[in-house]
Nanobody, 127 residues
């Protein structure tokens, strides 16, 4: 079983930046980030495939970047979501999701495709 841990959430003002980290306890091939507000459906934010191919939802494409940790050998299990120019509408609980299948072999924008989930980290952006 793979365990995921998110870190790096917090509170910032509009225009600020945060970096989320997702760390998996085992080998995964596709890691994604979703976000969810109370009473709303979970929304796909970004994903990164094992070969480094990425996808970002349109509303964050010019502001967020997802990347994997290349500072250590076999550090594929760690992914970063750099969030810049944050807006109040980015306020949500952010979750990491992972699967042992390549992103290209599933629909990484659908939360039901992923077997492993983190506990979530809150991001709050104030105006």
């Amino acid at each position: 079983r793979v365990e995921l841990v998110e870190s790096g959430g917090g509170s910032v003002q509009t225009g600020g930046s945060l970096r989320l980290s997702c760390t998996a306890s085992g080998r995964t091939l596709c890691i994604a980030v979703f976000r969810q507000a109370p009473g709303k459906e979970r929304e796909w934010v970004a994903h990164i495939d094992h070969d480094g191919t990425t996808g970002l939802t349109e509303s964050v494409k010019s502001r967020f970047t997802i990347s994997k940790d290349n500072t250590e050998t076999n550090a594929w299990n760690r992914v970063y979501l750099e969030m810049n120019s944050l807006k109040p509408e980015d306020t949500d609980m952010y979750y990491c999701a992972a699967d042992g299948i390549y992103c290209s072999a599933l629909n990484p924008t659908k939360d039901t495709e992923f077997d492993y989930w983190g506990q979530g980290t809150q991001v709050t952006v104030s105006s």
